[in-house]
């Protein structure tokens, strides 16, 4: 079954009492760098800093009781797992969280604050490493974004960005597996068919860019990238068609455009979102996706996971 504008108003009122409603922010202090009506979907603000809540707690929302007596698992970089750790700590589920070695500290300890069970696998094995856990432990798995119910979930913030800009001309959204941009392009598609909605990945892990050339998923070799949150290696099987039916283009973006990015967003912008998020402004600054004065674009901001020590890293970026 495809995911439907149906299944994400379904999403979006079940998961109202457990998510915030962002706002959608105009920032014309970023208009002139950018070339365009600069709008940002800061889901940095979000309960547990980033995007993520929407599709777990709608994912483990739909659990049957038996289900959630289970236990729940998953494999993630560190947002996801943020967000199912807070969605089973209130609803008083058991939730074991693969991880990669490495991952950042300031979403291992958020992990760890809401009580979920933590197992280190590498970048590459994480998924396998899940599926093993969930065997043992005869728990449930909730992905990452391989998952319709996922999909419809990160869905919904599509619905509030065009309830606050119906006129929207421009969408650009950070990609890792696919299921944050197959739900929000489902939403904008089925409301604004004349809304572009462009995906924005690290040059460093194209999966998306080499994969929707091939015709076919491709699963690139894994490097390090200050966009952290955006390491998958091959978009997800459930994810692939929708995003390839309903995305406008894609854009592989170098790591000193990201922290460009980042910095026009934290700088200038004076949003505190994260390096995977930002690589949305970075895309539009690399010349990646077109834009002209008089559009309305929105950057989805997906995540704030960022400690203060990390922003050293924008000291020597170049603008």
């Known amino acids: ?27 014309p202090s970023l208009d002139k760098a950018l070339g365009c009506e600069v709008y940002v979907k800061p889901e940095c603000f979000q309960i547990t800093g980033a995007f993520k809540l929407r599709g777990a707690m709608n994912k483990i929302l739909t659990l049957t009781p038996e289900e959630l007596a289970r236990g729940i698992v998953t494999a993630s970089s560190g947002n996801h797992g943020k967000a199912v750790a807070y969605a089973a700590h209130l609803l008083g589920v058991k939730a074991t969280i693969i991880l990669p070695h490495g991952a950042a500290q300031n979403k291992v300890d958020k992990i760890r604050h809401y009580g ?17 856990v969930c065997r043992e ?11 319709e119910q996922i999909m419809a979930g990160q ?32 939403a904008v598609k089925a409301l604004s068919p004349r809304t572009k909605v462009y995906g924005a990945e690290p040059a460093l892990l194209p999966r998306y860019s080499e994969s929707l050339k091939a015709g076919r998923r491709v699963k690139v070799e894994a490097h390090h990238s200050v966009a952290d949150g955006l390491v998958s290696l091959i978009p997800g099987e459930i994810c692939f068609p929708v995003v390839a039916a309903h995305t406008d283009g894609f854009a592989a973006v170098s790591e000193d455009y990201v922290l460009k990015g980042w910095k026009r967003l934290v700088a200038d912008g004076k949003v505190f979102g994260e390096p995977s998020g930002a690589i949305t402004l970075g895309a539009v600054l690399e010349g990646l996706i077109p834009v002209k004065k008089t559009d309305k674009v929105c950057f989805f901001i997906s995540g704030g996971s960022v400690s203060l020590e990390q922003l050293r890293l924008l000291d020597d970026v170049q603008l």
């Open 137 to 147: 432990k005869n728990a449930v798995m909730v992905a990452p974004f391989n998952d």
């Open 155 to 186: 869905g919904t913030a599509g619905l509030e960005i065009l309830e606050d800009c119906p006129d929207l001309d421009a969408l650009v959204v950070p990609v890792s597996g696919g299921g944050l941009i197959g739900g929000l392009s489902t």
């Open 116 to 132: 979920a069970d933590i197992v280190w696998a590498s970048l590459e094995d994480r998924f396998e490493v899940a599926d093993r």
């Open 1 to 27: 079954m495809s995911l439907t504008i149906s299944e994400i108003r379904q999403a979006a009122e079940r998961i109202a009492p457990y998510i915030l409603k962002t706002p959608l922010l105009r920032l």
